[in-house]
């Protein structure tokens, strides 16, 4: 029984240990990012170098993307000021 209680909590000191990981943070936090209008049509893939990559499913959730991108970044830049977004990359 105490073998249980060791690997239940190991399990849990290391999805604890995920939300101290930025790309899970971003991740995570992607879907209120993106809004009511984008958050079906695309996924937070990664963020380099100031850079944010983004699946989009099709061209008018890209139109849409680009449309609202100043948003994003002002968003994301408010939620993590360390990571000072500069663009967003679309990919399909």
Do not use: C, Q
């Not at 963020?47 to 991108?69: D, P, Q």
Request: net charge positive; aromatic share 10%; proline share 4%.
């Amino acid at each position: 029984m105490e073998d249980v209680k060791d690997i239940k909590n190991l399990v849990s000191e290391y999805i604890s240990g995920l939300e101290n990981i930025d790309s899970v943070r971003y991740h995570r936090a992607w879907p209120l990012i993106a809004g009511p209008s984008l958050r079906r049509t695309t996924e937070f893939r990664s963020f380099e170098n100031g850079k944010i990559y983004v699946h989009v499913r099709g061209a008018s959730a890209r139109n849409l993307l680009m449309l609202e991108k100043g948003r994003i970044l002002k968003d994301f830049n408010m939620r993590f000021p360390d990571a000072r977004a500069e663009d967003i990359y679309p990919a399909r």
